[in-house]
């Protein structure tokens, strides 16, 4: 099989190039979900159309999906903008691409709401879900590699947790200390404060952490979830012996998704550019968007903006720091020489047409550019 191609593309307008990763915008659940949830308004007009939460991590496509008369039940951490009591079995709910709870599906379920005409729960995740499931029939104790407040984790621990001991790492330090306990290096006691509200009920780090497979929120980095699977298995033989280890050990393959892979391996080929500084477009709280200014941010001044209008002139940008959770203005962000060179990409969650509005703000910042037609003729 030909190896993909996720070298970047050069738009070459005279005094600025953009760098364009192979690979970014809308993936196929994503898209899947914002259709389904327009068909959900187009064919219930006189009802209340609903969604759990955020459709997708970007604050320009759930905007569009208020202004057409869909209502949040509640924001992305779980806080309500609307009581259940208000839901009644007359009104549609549309579970977001993230999925949800076996909780909340029942509490809807039992409300008499019909839920799964308009689930946009992508395929990706449910894969993962399946893949925990087949770990719990195996008696094997589930890891999910995941941010713990993140909706899909949120989801993904919940039904992996009906099915088998689960517990949520969010990153290798987290592995790290959790393997202390596989060792008998810490005590329970420890365990209960130190990884409080990410472990299913009933959890007993000394018979639990015996046989364990490992599964992910989708859109962690890819390198990530595989050194953290690395790091278990190499515990789970130094504790067991390597003879032993399937016995211990649930090999899984990776579990994220395609678009997800295939946004960060293009990331991957941009850091080998040499341009002066990245932006990326997205919503703040997208977690695969984030990733991806995490890697930029290793090779170039890196811009996190959500919409084109944060290109306050070719002397300001405002853009967002999500180490600290806040937004930055930042003077004199373009280099001033004769040829500047800007990689621009985006997450999974962001529409092609929003990237598109970027370049062009962009491009008014600079003189004597050619057209996009002229430019665009070259392909």
Known sequence: MRKQDFSPTLLDFGPVQFYLARHFGFCYGVENAIEISYRALEENPEK????????????????DLLSRGIKFIMDTDGT????WENVNKEDIVIIPAFGTTLEIEKLLSDKGVEVQKYN??????????????KLGNEKY??????????????ATFSHSASESPSIIVQDMNDAIHLSKYILGDKRKEEFLTEFENRYSKGFDP?????????????????????????????????????????DHFADTRD??????????????ELLKTDADLAVVV??????????????????????????????????????????EKKKKVTQKFLPQKDLVKIVLTSGASCPDTLVDRVMMRLLENFNKTKSVEEVLDLF
């Open 48 to 63: 209340n159309v609903y969604l759990l939460s955020q459709m997708i991590h970007n604050q320009e496509v759930n905007n």
């Open 80 to 83: 309500h903008f609307l009581p």
């Open 120 to 133: 946009t729960t992508c395929p990706f995740v449910e894969k993962v879900w399946n893949r925990a499931e």
């Open 141 to 154: 104790t589930i890891i999910i590699h995941g941010k713990p407040k993140h909706e899909e984790t949120k």
């Open 206 to 246: 000394e018979n639990d952490l015996k046989r364990i497979g490992v599964v992910n929120q989708t859109t962690m980095l890819a390198t990530e979830t595989q050194a953290i699977a690395d790091f278990f298995k190499h515990v789970m033989a130094s504790k067991f012996g390597e003879a032993n280890l399937k």
């Open 255 to 268: 579990t994220l998704c395609y678009a997800t892979n295939d946004n960060q391996d293009a990331s991957y």
């Open 282 to 323: 997205g919503g703040y709280n997208s977690s695969n968007t984030s990733h991806i200014v995490e890697l930029c941010e290793h090779r170039f001044p890196t811009y996190f903006i959500n919409t084109e209008k944060e290109i306050l002139s070719k002397d300001e940008i405002q853009h967002f720091d999500f180490h």
